[in-house]
């Protein structure tokens, strides 16, 4: 333990001493190294180890909070005491003893990234900057990023609830930019991360993540400009999951749900999507990047059916608005520190595989686009309306993929867009990413099979047979 019970309980009956419903103390022990290689050499290599606790207190839908940088004793109750002045009630809140710590059971990473010398980590990226050059002379800048992540906390409640967590991430980053004798430059990337140690890194095949980056880049150069109109669109699985992540996820989270900012509010038990479409959010996943044992208020992560065979099944929940909505709480309280509270957040959010053989839903398709990679993109969490674009992109002519294009928007309603899929493929591709949300960022991974959309309105140059 970070600090004695007896302390846990005394920093959360002096949150309560003014009043309140319930009382919380969160600790954090993190420690991350960050490296950046960029024109053949280290740009940069950051390490750093942050100690603290984040101590809050809610009096019905308020919330009160704190923090402070230190574990100290006197330091700890002096910030208790402060969120308990912002309550001016006439009897202390209750607080239960605390309990013994609830087992994590949850596998931690072999081999402490951490512990593992710099000067590895650093071949690893001049490896991968090496491969990255070596794939064409077009290609013009490299930036190889590795960075990894060891986590300890701690989270003791009014409620006499105890759990302690230990997380453990690592992740490399290739980005490539390519140009050609006509100045158009284009750049790729690739990525892969992972809830796991070091022994992942060891398993990456770095040179081919590298020269992937460096293909998406130099693909893109001689890359007809898209077409645009309406047409069939089929994501790949390789695509990432940025159409279930945005589109939809953000909608299927509950403290939007409550402030009237979510198309899916008030829709429990209505079909939102196609029978072929079926949404997960799943904290379990063992080694996915958005995996932890706890959420950040403690509560064990599940797997949640969102919207099962189209129809919406509920919610992603975090403690206050689980409460507010009179629904349980679904391991999605999270925070990006000990500087932050929670809020409901993704953990792991796909839809599920289907059954159609992912060669068939291409070969089925007389003429459209097919989305390769997706880039960034923006959502109306409110009414469900998005613009995407598209990184990678192909025609797709007579059944078969052919050309690559470039420049092409992807436009349309969320919800809308679900409800018009017609083919789910078997397969299942993964993306990592760092979701941000009121001034907080976390990590996730998205996941998608290969899915058609017969109809969606594509940004590009008008073709005259559209």
Request: proline share 3%.
């Amino acid at each position: 333990m970070m600090i004695s019970k007896t302390l846990m309980e005394d920093i959360l009956a002096g949150a309560l001493q003014n009043g309140g419903d319930f009382a919380e103390v969160y600790l954090e022990d993190r420690t991350v190294n960050n490296l950046v290689n960029e024109e053949h050499k280290l740009e940069s290599a950051i390490s750093g180890r942050t100690v603290g606790a984040g101590i809050r207190l809610v009096l019905g839908e308020r919330t009160y909070y704190a923090y402070c940088s230190t574990l100290d004793p006197q330091t700890l109750l002096g910030c208790a005491r402060s969120v308990s002045r912002a309550l001016r009630e006439e009897r202390p809140g209750l607080l239960r003893e605390i309990l013994a710590a609830e087992p994590a059971g949850c596998p931690e990473g072999r081999i402490a990234p951490d512990g593992v010398d710099s000067r590895i980590k650093q071949m690893l990226l001049s490896r991968a900057d090496q491969s990255c050059w070596a794939v064409d002379g077009r290609i013009r800048q490299v930036k190889a990023v590795y960075g990894d992540l060891s986590q300890h906390v701690e989270i003791a409640n009014s409620l006499g609830q105890f759990v302690e967590d230990h997380r453990v991430r690592t992740k490399l980053i290739v980005q490539a930019l390519a140009r050609n004798d006509d100045g158009v430059v284009q750049t790729g990337y690739d990525a892969e991360g992972s809830s796991s140690g070091f022994e992942f890194i060891q398993g990456l095949d770095v040179e081919a993540l590298a020269r992937r980056a460096a293909r998406r880049a130099l693909l893109m150069l001689d890359a007809r400009r898209a077409p645009a109109g309406r047409m069939p669109v089929v994501m790949g699985a390789e695509a990432g999951g940025t159409m279930v992540h945005e589109a939809c996820g953000h909608g299927l989270e509950a403290d939007l749900v409550l402030k009237k900012m979510s198309v899916y509010a008030g829709r429990i038990g209505e079909k939102v999507a196609s029978e072929k479409v079926t949404v997960l959010d799943d904290g379990t996943l063992a080694g996915r990047y958005g995996t932890d044992c706890f959420d950040d208020e403690g509560t064990r992560t599940h797997r949640n059916m969102l919207i099962e065979n189209g129809v919406l099944k509920g919610y992603m929940a975090d403690r206050l608005s689980a409460g507010q909505l009179g629904i349980a709480q679904t391991g999605n309280g999270r925070r990006e520190s000990f500087r932050h509270k929670p809020i409901t957040r993704m953990t792991n959010t796909m839809i599920a595989p289907g059954t159609d053989d992912p060669a068939r839903i291409i070969g089925d398709t007389r003429r459209g686009l097919y989305v390769a990679r997706m880039g960034g993109g923006q959502v109306n969490t409110a009414n469900g309306d998005f613009v995407f674009e598209v990184s990678e992109g192909y025609l797709i002519e007579g059944g078969e993929i052919t050309v690559p294009v470039r420049g092409a928007t992807l436009t349309g309603n969320g919800p809308v867009a679900l409800q018009k899929v017609d083919r789910v493929g078997s397969d299942l591709g993964y993306a990592i990413g760092t979701c941000g949300k009121d001034g907080q960022g976390v990590p996730v991974a998205d996941a998608q099979p290969t899915i058609r959309i017969p109809e969606l309105v594509v940004g590009g140059v008008i073709d005259e047979e559209n």
